[in-house]
């Protein structure tokens, strides 16, 4: 049968047959890049996460030694923390158990009110999500959710490491969004 075909047809043949598996390597070559940043920024989260932690630990501290009021001592650490938000562009978030937003970038109009039905653009209660996650977890973990980006207002993945204060029953975390390291990925690829 390969008699019959003519050599043109051969050679397009093996260009098409070597172009699908070039498209193909491509294709996995990203998702494995891709699946490696993400795990990179996610496992940067910890650390800055753990920052954080020892920031609210310290204020707590302080009022245990007597320096500082319960009430400054924790309105001191937002500030604090907000002014990493707002100086490294970050996504923390801090709220209590009672779903009291203390602190967020992303959802400032909503600071100092109750969050608990504020759902996700899936419909997720998004709060309650996070709090259930980290309570069921005794050193902090990752959640999964869907938001918009506050640069590009699309939905977007989101992923947020978040970790437990029981002394003052602070959930507080951080978030990175999955389309942002597609962008960093493909602004790699494009740029050589």
């Given at each position: 049968?390969?008699?019959?075909?003519?050599l043109?047809?051969k050679?397009l043949?093996?260009?098409?047959s070597?172009?699908?598996?070039?498209?193909?390597?491509s294709?996995?070559?990203?998702l494995?890049?891709r699946?490696?940043?993400?795990?990179?920024?996610?496992?940067?989260l910890?650390?800055?996460i753990?920052f954080i932690g020892?920031?609210?630990?310290?204020y707590?501290?302080q009022?245990?030694?007597g320096?500082l009021?319960?009430?400054?001592a924790?309105?001191?650490a937002i500030?604090?923390i907000h002014?990493i938000?707002?100086?490294n562009d970050?996504?923390?978030?801090?709220?209590?158990d009672?779903?009291?937003?203390?602190e967020?970038?992303?959802?400032s109009?909503?600071r100092?009110?109750n969050?608990?039905?504020?759902?996700?653009i899936k419909?997720?209660?998004l709060y309650?999500?996070l709090h259930?996650?980290?309570?069921t977890?005794?050193?902090?973990?990752?959640?999964h959710?869907?938001a918009y980006?506050?640069?590009s207002?699309e939905?977007q993945?989101?992923?947020?490491y978040?970790?437990y204060?029981?002394p003052?029953?602070?959930?507080?975390?951080?978030?990175?969004?999955?389309n942002d390291v597609d962008k960093?990925i493909?602004?790699?690829l494009t740029s050589n």
């Amino acid at each position: 049968m390969l008699k019959k075909v003519s050599l043109e047809k051969k050679l397009l043949l093996i260009a098409g047959s070597l172009s699908a598996l070039f498209i193909i390597f491509s294709i996995n070559y990203f998702l494995y890049i891709r699946n490696n940043v993400i795990d990179q920024r996610l496992c940067a989260l910890v650390p800055r996460i753990n920052f954080i932690g020892s920031i609210i630990n310290d204020y707590y501290q302080q009022y245990l030694d007597g320096k500082l009021a319960l009430l400054d001592a924790q309105s001191q650490a937002i500030k604090r923390i907000h002014q990493i938000n707002k100086d490294n562009d970050n996504y923390i978030f801090v709220f209590k158990d009672d779903y009291t937003l203390l602190e967020s970038i992303n959802r400032s109009v909503l600071r100092n009110q109750n969050v608990k039905e504020v759902k996700d653009i899936k419909g997720v209660k998004l709060y309650q999500l996070l709090h259930t996650e980290v309570i069921t977890r005794a050193n902090g973990g990752y959640s999964h959710y869907y938001a918009y980006s506050k640069v590009s207002h699309e939905e977007q993945e989101k992923i947020s490491y978040s970790k437990y204060f029981s002394p003052w029953g602070w959930v507080y975390g951080e978030g990175m969004y999955i389309n942002d390291v597609d962008k960093s990925i493909l602004n790699i690829l494009t740029s050589n």
